[in-house]
Nanobody, 123 residues
Framework: QVQLVESGGGLVQAGGSLRLSCAAS????????MTWFRQAPGKERVFVAT???????YYADSVKGRFTISRDNAKNTVALQMNMLKPEDTAIYYC?????????????????WGQGTQVTVSS
């Protein structure tokens, strides 16, 4: 059993930055592929970024070059550094865990979900 708690969301102006954090408990994040999804109002939940349990990282084209995912095994946390934010980034961001997955997960292959944290980017 893994519990995930996101934090760090808020309101920023376009071009600004936020750093989201996902604190895990119950199991070590080093054994999981950790993935951020987001869902804008009235839209589908979509992939944002993932860090594989083996270490590789992947990003949605919409955030590539602006967002960075990282993992701190000592603190058992995962972070999403978001720079050059755009209004289109406004969404609830969810931290997820997929046990030793070797590919980017879809929503159905996620084992655990956090409760989400709101990110709002104003123009």
């Amino acid at each position: 059993q893994v519990q995930l708690v996101e934090s760090g969301g808020g309101l920023v102006q376009a071009g600004g930055s936020l750093r989201l954090s996902c604190a895990a408990s119950g199991r070590a994040v080093s054994s999981y592929t950790m993935t951020w999804f987001r869902q804008a109002p009235g839209k589908e939940r979509v992939f944002v970024a993932t860090i594989l349990w083996s270490g590789g990282t992947y990003y949605a084209d919409s955030v590539k070059g602006r967002f960075t995912i990282s993992r701190d095994n000592a603190k058992n946390t995962v972070a999403l550094q978001m720079n050059m934010l755009k209004p289109e980034d406004t969404a609830i961001y969810y931290c997820t865990a997929s046990f030793r997955r070797s590919r980017i997960p879809d929503t159905s292959s996620v084992d655990y979900w956090g409760q989400g944290t709101q990110v709002t980017v104003s123009s």
